[in-house]
């Protein structure tokens, strides 16, 4: 099971965090007067985001010494979330590889303490102070998300789950380019078509074409038997 989100406390003493130069980590972004909110709780008071080539960290700027840090590889979806119906701010809402259990379960792990179980928190939202930027930190998380491809894509396609270019030369949609809506949510999987579930959908999309063409001969056969042929 994936480590998922974890507290974070590696602070430099300017306040920003240390990074594993050694693998190769470096800052891509960082926006200031940003709140979070994980799982089903309310936003805590705002702090420092910290976009590296590895991970999504968090500081608090109320309680020195406090932060949150999640992989990319743990990051299975994110989202420009726009949609007062959804959440009442425009945020960069993320779904997060989390161990067994609900998001309200790791809010009652102590409720009197007021902690929060992390390894259970599936959900985490980013709230800007500038909800114009949400655009190019999308764009931001999605090329980190690139940077740390899942190891196990590759498996997926050498067994014929997802193969980008032949699914294209079928209209088929196959990257989040292709998958954006202008007048919809963007959003970014990490898991391509043929993970959690896909299998089935292409299963559904082949017995389509399959009638499809069923149905197109029978009308061919109509037509010749009307024509007197």
């Known amino acids: 099971m994936a480590p998922g989100l974890q507290l974070f406390s590696?602070?430099?003493?300017d306040g920003t965090p240390r990074l594993d130069a050694a693998s190769g980590e470096e800052l891509v972004r960082m926006d200031r007067a940003v709140a979070v909110a994980l799982g089903p709780r309310s936003p805590e008071s705002p702090g420092t985001l910290f976009v590296t080539t590895r991970r999504v960290i968090w500081l608090s700027e109320a309680e020195k010494g406090k932060g949150y840090a999640v992989d990319f590889l743990d990051i299975t979806l994110h989202a420009v979330s726009r949609y007062v119906e959804a959440y009442p701010s425009p945020c960069i809402y993320t779904q997060i590889e989390a161990a067994v259990g609900t998001d309200e379960e790791a809010g009652e792990s102590n409720p009197e303490a007021n902690e929060l179980e992390l390894s259970r928190v599936s959900e985490m939202r980013l709230i800007l102070a500038d909800p114009g930027q949400l655009d190019a930190l999308f764009d931001v998380f999605c090329h980190c998300a690139e940077l740390n491809p899942d190891p196990n894509a590759e498996c997926d396609e050498e067994n014929g789950w997802f193969h980008g270019e032949d699914m294209s030369d079928g209209g088929w949609v196959h990257d989040d380019?292709?998958?954006?809506?202008?007048?919809?949510?963007?959003?970014?999987?990490a898991n391509p078509i043929g993970q959690n579930g896909g299998h089935d959908l292409i299963r559904s999309v082949i017995e389509l074409q399959i009638n499809d063409q069923r149905f197109e001969d029978a009308?061919?056969?109509?037509?010749?038997?009307e024509n007197g042929h």
């Open 10 to 13: 590696d602070i430099a003493d």
């Open 177 to 189: 380019e292709d998958m954006v809506d202008e007048n919809g949510p963007q959003f970014f999987s």
């Open 219 to 225: 009308e061919e056969e109509q037509e010749s038997h």
